[in-house]
């Protein structure tokens, strides 16, 4: 099965590659072969066979269509879906992260809001003042995203911001990416591909703004990327290389 899937994504890089550039011209020329075949296969008296032999005729077709339609629905109509997804930045006061999320983004991450204490006597904002100063979320290094090719493709920034001491969440901001089947994030050590690379979890949406926890523990320095990456079928979505 697995052999089988690599083959299908190296037949998906191959239309990426030659086929989808200039897709109108393929569909125009698939379009005259299928005519002249039918033309040929009419001549030849292929259709009067057909309905001589409707049973076997019926059942070849019947297979075609059992196994063609489910597998092309499967490959093709993630590339038709769209989802927004929108999450707070773990950055205080950094806006929404992408036009679509705008006054959503906080509601959509589950944010509570917190209220304002009243002000209190003078000893204890003396006391306040002697308490070391809280970390503040900082971005510690980002990415442009882009995608493998004209058909996948990607676009957005990658932040990789350290929430505390040693924490990190990789965001993903103003972000849109060709949709797929099987779309996981990574971070990897290769700068402009897929190697030695950590799962975050699974591409939570084609659009928006939204946050992956980095596993505590993990030494972010020797990542070079943030990768979106279909897994069933082993093809490169979208690289963001940090600098």
Known sequence: MLAITEELGRFEELFSDVVYPVWPLWLAGAIAAVG???FFAYRLGWHRWALQHRLLTGGALAIVLAVG???GWYTIS???ERETVCEASPIAGAGAGSEKCAGVAMAAAGSTSTATPAPTAAPVATAAATQPPQFQPRVARQGEFQGADDFHYGRGQALLIETGPGEYTLRL???SVRNGPDL???LSTDPGGISDALL????KGTDGAFNYDVPAGTDVSRFKSAVVWCRQFAVLFATATFA
């Open 200 to 203: 975050l979890g699974d591409l």
């Open 69 to 71: 339609i489910p597998t």
């Open 184 to 186: 996981f994030v990574y």
């Open 78 to 80: 993630p590339l038709l």
């Open 36 to 38: 002249v075949a039918l």
């Open 173 to 175: 901001e103003n972000f």
